[in-house]
């Protein structure tokens, strides 16, 4: 009597089951640790470019007492990307693993972290209308009050929107580990977010950007190189809409995977990856206005200086005592000195 199955054909043992499990645990969580590491080297860069962008807008403000309308606008983009790089700093220090909190709370941080990157992608429609339209200082785009209280509203209706979709899950006092976008909440919301916190603002700076290139193009003039945030916009824009896609892509995915079956460790690394991409558009945002908005590279470029100034050991003294030639004189001799 022989065996129905030899040994390499016979069904895999549950320790060795358990040893493949592990082996996959362990890949799935390096490869968020690099994917960790790599953004930590990132998130610091850009915290230290958005703190001397900072320091750079109180300077001139100090010096000019008033800033032109587009650098306002480019100033407060900056102050929404410090404010998610600093909520982004949860993934930091939790992951592989993820912040332990109660539903409420991770609830809350969800939509903190919404309205913060709608904010900052509505600041850059917001710039897109006034590269295009380029409307007087009485106009309503150029009234800070009013476009405060539009960006502000609108992403916290969308942000609204979003809560409501997402729901209550269970118990609201119960800790458990926090995601920022569950793939757990269906594919509806996955969908609805592809569509309010992407299609929709990019959309709208498309459209914004075509006009303004015909617009121009009928006056012969010059649309983003014609001022110094043109091109500052433009670079922007077009990191944070890869990364956005590719998070809303990602998130999509997951969705509609898990609607079907349970994901593989693999699978949610990847989630987790495309969370650190997502907040990396912020630090990278910083950095690329630091080093192309020609008032931010000359203020770093001065403050080198001053430092290197500093930092320079003053050399040898010239001794200022020279002595003259010696003149002879019947009288004597008499010595000139300086």
């Keep these: 009597n022989f065996p129905s199955l030899l040994p390499s054909q016979r069904a895999p043992s549950t320790s060795q089951r358990a040893a493949s499990t592990s082996q996959r645990a362990i890949a799935a969580n390096d490869l968020i640790s690099n994917a960790n590491y790599i953004y930590s ?5 850009g915290l230290l470019a ?6 750079s807008f109180i300077q001139t403000y100090r010096a000019h007492k008033r800033l032109a309308w587009l650098g306002c606008l480019l100033w407060v983009f900056c102050g929404f990307q410090l404010l998610l ?3 982004s700093l949860h993934t930091v220090a939790h992951r592989p693993r993820y912040l332990n909190t109660t539903a409420l709370g991770c609830a809350a941080l969800s939509f903190t972290i919404n309205i913060a990157s709608l904010c900052g992608l509505l600041v850059l429609v917001l710039m897109a209308s006034v590269l295009t339209f380029d409307p007087p200082s009485n106009h309503l785009l150029r009234k800070s009050r009013v476009c405060a209280a539009l960006v502000g ?3 916290v209706l969308i942000s609204l929107v979003l809560a409501g979709i997402r729901g209550p899950r269970g118990d609201l006092q119960k ?3 926090c995601l920022m976008d569950p793939i757990t909440d269906g594919v509806s919301y996955a969908v609805a977010r592809l569509c309010l916190v992407f299609l929709i603002p990019y959309i709208l700076q498309l459209g914004l950007l075509i006009g303004g290139c015909v617009r121009q193009r009928e006056s012969n003039g010059r649309f983003l190189s014609g001022s110094e945030e ?3 916009f433009l670079a922007v824009t077009g990191f ?3 990364c956005q896609l590719f998070y809303s892509v990602a998130l999509l995915r997951g969705a509609l995977i898990n609607s079907e079956r349970q994901l593989t460790l693999h699978q949610q690394a990847f989630l987790s990856v495309s969370e650190f991409v997502l907040f990396s558009g912020s630090s990278v945002s910083l950095l690329l206005v630091l080093f192309m908005h020609r008032p931010c590279r000359e203020s770093l470029y001065g403050v080198i200086r001053r430092l290197r100034d500093c930092c320079r050991r003053p050399g040898p003294q010239p001794n200022r005592n020279i002595i003259a030639p010696i003149y002879f004189f019947d009288q004597g001799i008499k010595v000139i000195s300086t």
């Design 41 to 45: 080297l990132l998130a610091t860069f």
């Design 50 to 55: 958005g703190c001397f962008l900072l320091y």
């Design 85 to 87: 790089l600093l909520l």
């Design 153 to 155: 509203i609108t992403s």
């Design 175 to 177: 800790e458990g580990n």
């Design 230 to 232: 043109g091109p500052v």
């Design 240 to 242: 944070t809409l890869i």
